[in-house]
């Protein structure tokens, strides 16, 4: 098989959390209502994902697999105005190197659907099956192949660790999908669809934080470019004992951005509140133009045009807003 692959795949997928991630990321992106993931082992022997979304047509399951094949961009232009989550077109083609991959789908429209399997990058003739509407991806001993990686996995309770956040950060995103996580055959998660981001905050983490939560909102606007900020930051005056809960959605995918994370501090630091965890669950609405998210291959982080605009909304915001606030 194939060496640029097997180098690529090591950039995006570094353990089963990878896998989880740019599976769930797909299934969003296929507009599923509804999506559940089952993990054996921490998921080093099975990660499997099933969504109801809108299915991989028979002739295009090949493609899908493909190194650099994406249908979510028409052409170059399209990577500055990315609205999906995914948009390289390699996080499929680079598992497939990696693991024993089964892809089912079937689109609603279609009476039949298809199976592909790839056993570290080879594939097999694609099969009709009968299957439910959606798409299922299994991924079985991921790195069977690559030993060096597979020396790397941890302890099933650490990698599941890195699972659940995945998830939780997936479906913060994403409060209108239902998600589910099961692990060993016992369910770790049930999210049902709610209508905003508290209630998935309640779901995750409990309505006692939920509910103590203060809300924010803020719109900077010049010209056609608009810049919203909305969510939810713990009083400050509450402790919460090291409860590192921090989460930035930007245009629907939760990223690291250590500038936002000052200005957390920041904020809490003009109240005198030091040495405390800032607790946020913020959303960041702007125009695709005004940030470039492909310069890191997960995605995590980005480079925003003008992050010093980003940044003094977001300090002015939280500084009025505790101020104004009976803490
Ligand atoms: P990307 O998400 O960057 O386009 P991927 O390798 O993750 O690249 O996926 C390749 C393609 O496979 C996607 O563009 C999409 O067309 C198709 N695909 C993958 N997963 C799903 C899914 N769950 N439902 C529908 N289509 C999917
Ligand atoms: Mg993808």
Request: charged share 20%; proline share 4%; with cysteine.
């Given at each position: 098989?194939?060496?640029?692959n097997k180098?690529?795949a090591?950039?995006?997928?570094e353990?089963?959390?990878?896998?989880v991630?740019?599976?769930?990321?797909n299934?969003?992106?296929?507009?599923?209502?509804?999506?559940?993931v089952t993990i054996?082992q921490?998921?080093?022997e099975l990660?499997r994902v099933t969504?109801n979304?809108?299915?991989?047509?028979?002739?295009q399951l090949?493609?899908?697999?493909?190194s650099?094949a994406?249908s979510?961009?028409?052409?170059a232009?399209?990577l500055?105005r990315?609205?999906t989550?995914?948009?390289?077109?390699?996080?499929?083609?680079s598992?497939?190197?990696v693991?024993r991959?089964?892809?089912?789908?079937?689109?609603a429209?279609?009476e039949a659907?298809a199976?592909?399997?790839i056993v570290?990058?080879?594939?097999?003739?694609?099969?009709?099956v009968?299957c439910p509407a959606?798409?299922t991806?299994e991924i079985?001993?991921?790195?069977?192949?690559t030993?060096?990686?597979?020396?790397f996995?941890?302890?099933?309770?650490?990698?599941?660790?890195h699972i659940?956040?995945?998830i939780?950060?997936?479906?913060?995103?994403?409060?209108?999908?239902h998600?589910?996580l099961?692990?060993?055959?016992?369910?770790?998660?049930d999210?049902?669809?709610v209508?905003n981001?508290?209630?998935?905050?309640?779901?995750?983490f409990?309505?006692e934080l939920?509910?103590?939560?203060?809300?924010?909102?803020s719109a900077?606007?010049?010209?056609?470019?608009q810049?919203?900020?909305?969510?939810?930051?713990?009083?400050?005056?509450?402790?919460?004992?090291n409860?590192?809960?921090?989460?930035?959605?930007?245009n629907?995918?939760v990223i690291?951005?250590?500038?936002?994370q000052?200005?957390?501090g920041e904020a809490?630091?003009?109240?005198?509140?030091t040495g405390r965890?800032?607790?946020c669950?913020l959303?960041?609405?702007?125009?695709?133009?005004?940030?470039?998210?492909?310069v890191?291959?997960t995605?995590?982080?980005?480079r925003?045009?003008?992050?010093g605009r980003?940044y003094s909304?977001?300090?002015?915001?939280?500084?009025s807003?505790?101020?104004?606030?009976d803490?």
């Amino acid at each position: 098989s194939n060496v640029v692959n097997k180098i690529a795949a090591g950039e995006v997928i570094e353990r089963p959390a990878s896998v989880v991630k740019e599976l769930v990321e797909n299934s969003v992106d296929s507009g599923a209502t509804r999506i559940d993931v089952t993990i054996e082992q921490g998921g080093v022997e099975l990660v499997r994902v099933t969504d109801n979304g809108c299915g991989i047509a028979a002739d295009q399951l090949q493609l899908a697999v493909a190194s650099h094949a994406t249908s979510k961009i028409a052409d170059a232009d399209d990577l500055f105005r990315v609205g999906t989550l995914g948009f390289r077109g390699e996080a499929l083609a680079s598992i497939a190197e990696v693991s024993r991959l089964v892809l089912r789908s079937r689109p609603a429209d279609c009476e039949a659907g298809a199976e592909l399997e790839i056993v570290g990058g080879r594939a097999e003739p694609i099969r009709p099956v009968g299957c439910p509407a959606g798409t299922t991806i299994e991924i079985r001993q991921l790195f069977f192949n690559t030993p060096v990686r597979h020396k790397f996995m941890r302890t099933t309770q650490t990698e599941m660790g890195h699972i659940t956040e995945a998830i939780t950060r997936l479906a913060l995103a994403a409060p209108h999908v239902h998600f589910s996580l099961t692990h060993g055959g016992r369910l770790v998660h049930d999210l049902p669809p709610v209508s905003n981001l508290r209630e998935r905050i309640g779901s995750l983490f409990g309505a006692e934080l939920a509910d103590g939560l203060i809300e924010i909102e803020s719109a900077d606007e010049h010209g056609d470019q608009q810049i919203r900020l909305s969510g939810y930051v713990a009083n400050p005056s509450h402790s919460r004992g090291n409860n590192r809960l921090q989460y930035l959605i930007l245009n629907g995918r939760v990223i690291r951005d250590r500038s936002l994370q000052h200005a957390l501090g920041e904020a809490y630091r003009g109240l005198l509140l030091t040495g405390r965890y800032p607790i946020c669950f913020l959303n960041l609405e702007l125009s695709p133009s005004l940030v470039d998210v492909n310069v890191h291959p997960t995605k995590l982080e980005v480079r925003f045009q003008d992050g010093g605009r980003i940044y003094s909304q977001l300090l002015g915001t939280l500084r009025s807003k505790f101020l104004s606030t009976d803490l």
